[in-house]
């Protein structure tokens, strides 16, 4: 999965986008890299969250920067627009390792650097927009650096699983490749699922189960294939 595979689907429209920063100019340069799709649209950009959930009782996807000027952290940011119904890219220059791991270990969709080319851009955001994760090399590299990210210890056939449902593939068809009934599949992702809770890497969602496939080297990361 690329953040570069897709755009957004005419059967499904794509969420409001927020943006959370508190440079001026980079939401003007948004709008204007936006203004190449049909399909995108910001609809608001804001100096903190708490300006963005006073204004938007439910948002949509919100593109936040990670460092602002009222000091807030990134998780408690990223939780607090969860809580209110959004989704979150993190949309940030990257120069702070800690602040980009910080993010990562919250529940976002990915990461997407400013210096980002504008098509590659458009195509991520159009991604996340519908709700789907954008894996990116940056994003990669920022798991594979974490020195907390703690082995779920997966057994052979568990790492097989994951790998066949995570990169899309229906219940039905990663049974029958391996030779299972689709209740034995259900127990064998439920256990998957526990094994990364236990090592704080929660994983209730196909998105969540993809992100942990990447980190763990079980699918390839953007660039890698």
């Known amino acids: 999965m690329d ?19 508190d440079h001026q100019l980079v939401g003007l340069a948004l709008v204007t890299a936006l203004g190449a799709s049909t ?4 609809v608001g950009a804001f100096p903190t969250v708490d300006a963005l959930l006073r204004k938007q009782v439910r948002p949509g996807l919100v593109l936040l920067d990670l ?9 408690a940011n990223v939780r607090r627009i969860r809580e ?6 993190v949309f940030t220059s990257g120069e702070d390792a800690y602040l980009v791991r910080e993010a990562l270990h919250a529940d976002v969709l990915g990461l997407l650097r400013k210096s980002t080319p504008v098509e590659v851009m458009i195509h991520a955001i159009g991604r996340a927009a519908l709700g789907q994760p ?3 090399s940056e994003w990669a590299h920022a798991v594979e650096s974490d020195p907390q990210l703690s082995s779920a210890a997966l057994s052979p056939q568990e790492s097989r699983v994951l790998q ?4 899309g593939a229906r219940s039905q ?23 990364y809770a ?12 993809y992100k942990r496939a990447v980190e763990d080297g079980l699918l390839p990361a953007p660039g890698r294939e």
């Open 3 to 21: 953040a570069t595979a897709s755009t957004p689907s005419a059967s499904r429209a794509p969420r409001p986008i927020s943006l959370v920063d």
């Open 39 to 42: 399909d995108l649209k910001l």
């Open 67 to 75: 460092r602002l000027a009222d000091g807030s952290s990134p998780a």
């Open 84 to 89: 209110a119904g959004g989704d979150v890219l």
């Open 134 to 136: 954008v894996v990116t």
């Open 164 to 167: 066949l449902f995570a990169d």
């Open 173 to 195: 068809r990663v049974a029958e490749e391996l030779h299972i009934t689709v209740g034995t599949l259900e127990d064998y992702i439920r256990r998957i699922r526990t094994k």
């Open 198 to 209: 236990k090592v704080g890497r929660p994983a209730p969602t196909k998105v969540d189960l």
